[in-house]
């Protein structure tokens, strides 16, 4: 685990808890979720933040410096199913990672 991912580690554990906060969570609702998927190869369960757009039944998560994460990796190929968190209640939708020249991206279409 290089320098960016331990930092990003500990950034996610102190910031996931601040989107259930009853002032500070619907705030950051809307623009952030927390995520939690099964890893391809562990099975292991992740959660983490994610900055996200929603349009229709379709949410767009960018990754930034997707060199530097591997969480996206999870849903390349026909991806995989994940659970947004959103404030009114959980939404489980199926996601497929894309790049391309305008950065790398998760689509999740949701039922």
């Known amino acids: 685990m290089n320098l960016f991912q331990r930092s990003a580690k500990?950034?996610?554990?102190?910031?996931?808890?601040?989107?259930s906060v009853p002032v500070v969570g619907p705030l950051l609702g809307k623009s952030m979720v927390t995520i939690s998927y099964s890893?391809?190869?562990?099975?292991?369960r992740?959660?983490?933040?994610?900055?996200?757009?929603?349009?229709?039944?379709?949410?767009?998560?960018?990754?930034?410096?997707?060199?530097?994460?591997?969480?996206w990796r999870n849903f390349l190929g026909e991806?995989?199913?994940l659970t947004l968190h959103f404030p009114d209640g959980d939404r489980t939708g199926r996601a497929v990672a894309s790049s391309g020249p305008k950065?790398?991206?998760?689509?999740?279409?949701?039922?």
């Open 10 to 19: 500990v950034f996610n554990a102190a910031f996931t808890p601040l989107l």
């Open 39 to 44: 890893g391809r190869k562990s099975g292991k």
């Open 46 to 71: 992740f959660s983490l933040p994610v900055a996200y757009q929603r349009r229709g039944d379709e949410v767009i998560i960018g990754v930034a410096m997707p060199e530097q994460k591997q969480w």
């Open 79 to 81: 991806g995989a199913d």
């Open 103 to 111: 950065g790398t991206v998760v689509r999740v279409t949701l039922p």
